[in-house]
């Protein structure tokens, strides 16, 4: 087995460190975010419950399409948070706790939460 890589490493550091502290309940689920390369990904998540309760993606054919017209990883992050948000509002939610999952508050993390809070989540 190859050695990992020590950025991977220092996120996954940062995100248990993270994780301590928050975590999602019924009145207040998490909202965690995955960050690749080419792609972004968003849940909320009742952790009480162990069950994903809403979730979005940039390899969904709306945000796919998106992509095509604007372009932008920023962009695109944004559209996915705005998805999440209103997928949430569809579903009673509108407090959540945001798990950054150990990247930075900047660029597509931002993007998404701006999102987010633009289609009316709380946190």
Known sequence: MGKTNPRTLSRVRRKKHIRKRIFGTSDRPRLAVFRSNRHIYAQ??????????VAASSLEKDIAQFVAD?????GVAQAVGK???ARAKEKGISKV????????YHGRVKALADGARES????
Do not use: M, N, S
Not at 97 to 104: E, K, M, N, Q, V
Not at 120 to 123: A, C, I, P
């Open 97 to 104: 706790a945001f798990d950054r999952g150990g990247y930075l």
């Open 120 to 123: 009316g989540l709380e946190f």
């Open 44 to 53: 909320i998540i009742d952790d009480d419950l162990g069950k994903t309760l």
């Open 70 to 74: 604007e372009g932008g990883k920023k």
């Open 83 to 85: 998805l999440v948000g």
